[in-house]
């Protein structure tokens, strides 16, 4: 296990990296915080972005000591210390504690899931109250993975049929 984190610890400095260079870079999601709005395995695409350019509601991603998280905003905080960013993942209850503004990594501006390209879903009262649900339900939550990797299966099984029948 050390190894995984260790190899994923490296794929997230390069990514940083990508996106400080470049401004622009794609990764793959991990974890659960995010549901139902970015299931483990999405592809997120994540933008360089100024502090000015971003909106309460806006998912980003900040550079963290164990590497990336990709949270919503709810809101930027000034203090006599500076600017400070305040997330929380969708299915998680409390708020993340304040993150400096120097942290900020990104806008997510898009995402691809299951092969297909989906713009970020803003946070409306249905996201809201399932991410809710999500965060207080293990096992619903297990459930809705379970399903989401059988239809990921599902979809791979029904593009290699099709490849294929066309060949």
């Given at each position: ?11 997230y400095?390069?990514?940083i ?74 299915s ?51 459930a ?24």
């Amino acid at each position: 296990m050390p190894q995984l984190a260790a190899a994923r610890d490296i794929k997230y400095s390069l990514a940083i990296e990508a996106l400080r260079s470049q401004g622009r870079v794609r990764v793959a999601a991990f974890g659960t915080s995010m549901l139902p709005t970015i299931w483990p395995g999405d592809v997120l695409e994540i933008s360089r972005t100024e502090l000015q350019e971003l909106n309460a509601g806006d998912v980003v991603a900040l550079v963290l000591a164990d590497g990336l998280r990709v949270h919503r905003l709810e809101a930027l905080v000034a203090t006599a210390d500076g600017t400070y960013l305040r997330t929380r993942g969708d299915s998680v209850p409390e708020s993340d504690p304040l993150t400096p503004a120097n942290q900020l990594a990104g806008k997510v501006v898009g995402l691809e899931r299951l092969g297909r390209s989906m713009q970020v879903r803003r946070q409306t009262w249905a996201v809201r109250a399932l991410g809710a649900v999500f965060g207080r339900s293990a096992n619903l939550q297990n459930a809705a993975l379970r399903l989401q990797t059988l239809r990921a299966s599902m979809t791979t099984w029904i593009c290699l049929k099709r490849q294929e029948s066309e060949a």
